[in-house]
C-alpha cells in the first residue's frame, strides 16, 4: 500500500499545481478582459461627453435666436471672449453648430452610442409599466424595440431635415411636424403590439412621467425610512400632481428638437417643470404620514431654490454671469 502513495501524492500534487496554472491564467484572461472593457467605458464616456458639449452649444444658438427677431442673433449680446490659448478664428471655425451636430446625429456610430443611451434608459423610465402590463417576452422586446426607434426617430428626422436643407433655426415648424408624423407613425406600431387597452395604459403613462419622476424621488428618500411610500400613495400622489399642473403633463423643455436627441429620458427632463403647489402639500396631507409629507415640502423647497437660481442665472445673462445650456428644471431625480 505504501509503494502506491508517494506515486499517488505526485499525481495529486501535479494535478493541483496544474490546476492552480489553469487557474492563474484564467484570471490572468479575466484581467485582461476588465481591462479591455475599461478602455471601451472610457472612451465611450468620452465620446457622449463630446456630444453632450456640441449639444450644449447648439442649445445656447437656438435659445439666443429663439429671444431675436427672425431667430437672427442678438446684437446686443457681446461675442464670447477667446478663450485662453485660442484665436478669433479657432473660436468662429465651425460657426454653424446645427450642421456640425446634425452631421454627428448621421453617424452609425453615434446613432449606436445613443441607441445604447436610450436602450439603457427604458428600465429607469419604463419599469412600472413593464410589470404592470405583464406582456409576453417576445412582444416586451418588441416593445422595447418600438421605444428606442421612438426616441432615435428624433436623430433621423434631423438627419433627413439636414439633407432637405432645413435649418433647426429657421425652419423650426417644418422639423416638428416631421417629427409628429415619424412619432405617430411609431405609435401605430406600439398600438398594433400592445392592442387598444394596453396601449392607452402606455399613453397615459407617458403622459405623466413628469410626475411620476417626482414621485420616484421621493420615494427614494422614503426606501430608506420607516415609512416608506406603498404603491397606491405612488399612484394617488402622481395623479394629485397631474391635476395641479394641467399643461405640464409630459411637458418640459421639448422646443429644442435636437436637444431631445441626447435626453436619455426623451422629452421628459428632470420633471417637465411639475411644481409641488401648496395646493399639492395640503391635499397630500390625506395621502402621505407626517414623516413622508415632510420629504414632500423638502423635495418643494428645493424646488423653489431651484427656480429661483434659475432667474438669477438669466438675469445675470450678458453680465458675465452663465446659463447652463440645459436648464435647471424642479423635481428630477
Known amino acids: 500500500m505504501r509503494r502506491f502513495a508517494l506515486p499517488l501524492a505526485l499525481l495529486l500534487l501535479l494535478g493541483a499545481a496544474g490546476f492552480g496554472v489553469a487557474e492563474l491564467n484564467e484570471v490572468k484572461k479575466l484581467r485582461e478582459t476588465l481591462a479591455g472593457l475599461d478602455q471601451e467605458r472610457e472612451a465611450l464616456r468620452k465620446r457622449v461627453w463630446e456630444l453632450q458639449k456640441l449639444n450644449g452649444d447648439l442649445a445656447a444658438r437656438l435659445d439666443r435666436g429663439a429671444r431675436t427677431p427672425n431667430g437672427g442673433e442678438d446684437a446686443s449680446e457681446p461675442p464670447p471672449a477667446p478663450e485662453?490659448?485660442?484665436?478669433?478664428d479657432a473660436r468662429t471655425r465651425g460657426?454653424?453648430?446645427?450642421?456640425?451636430?446634425?452631421a454627428a446625429l448621421g453617424s452609425p456610430e453615434v446613432q449606436r452610442l445613443m441607441a445604447m443611451q436610450h436602450r439603457a434608459a427604458l428600465d429607469g423610465r419604463y419599469a412600472a409599466l413593464f410589470r404592470s402590463l405583464n406582456l409576453s417576452p417576445a412582444d416586451l422586446e418588441k416593445f422595447k424595440n418600438l421605444l428606442v426607434d421612438k426616441q432615435a426617430s428624433v436623430s433621423d428626422v434631423?438627419?433627413?431635415?439636414?439633407?432637405?436643407?432645413l435649418d433647426p433655426r429657421t425652419n423650426r415648424d417644418e422639423i416638428r411636424a416631421l417629427m409628429q408624423t415619424t412619432q405617430e407613425e411609431i405609435d401605430e406600431s406600439i398600438r398594433a403590439t400592445l392592442g387598444d387597452a394596453a396601449y392607452a395604459e402606455y399613453k397615459n403613462y407617458e403622459a405623466t412621467l413628469p410626475q411620476r419622476a417626482i414621485v420616484d424621488q421621493l420615494a427614494q428618500r422614503l426606501s430608506y425610512s420607516s415609512t416608506p411610500l406603498n404603491d397606491s400613495q405612488s399612484q394617488q400622489l402622481i395623479a394629485l400632481l397631474a391635476a395641479a399642473n394641467p399643461g405640464k403633463v409630459n411637458a418640459g423643455r421639448t422646443g429644442n428638437v435636437m436637444l431631445q436627441a441626447f435626453a436619455g429620458r426623451g422629452a421628459q427632463v428632470m420633471g417637465g417643470g411639475t411644481t409641488i403647489s401648496d395646493s399639492v402639500i395640503a391635499q397630500a396631507q390625506g395621502v402621505l404620514t407626517p414623516q413622508q409629507l415632510s420629504a414632500l415640502q423638502s423635495l418643494q423647497q428645493e424646488q423653489q431654490a431651484s427656480a429661483q437660481l434659475l432667474q438669477e442665472l438669466r438675469n445675470n445673462r450678458g453680465k458675465g454671469g452663465l446659463l447652463p445650456a440645459v436648464s435647471i428644471a424642479p423635481g428630477g431625480n
Open 158 to 165: 434631423m438627419a433627413a431635415a439636414r439633407a432637405e436643407g
Open 84 to 88: 485662453a490659448g485660442t484665436t478669433a
Open 95 to 102: 460657426r454653424p453648430e446645427g450642421g456640425r451636430l446634425a
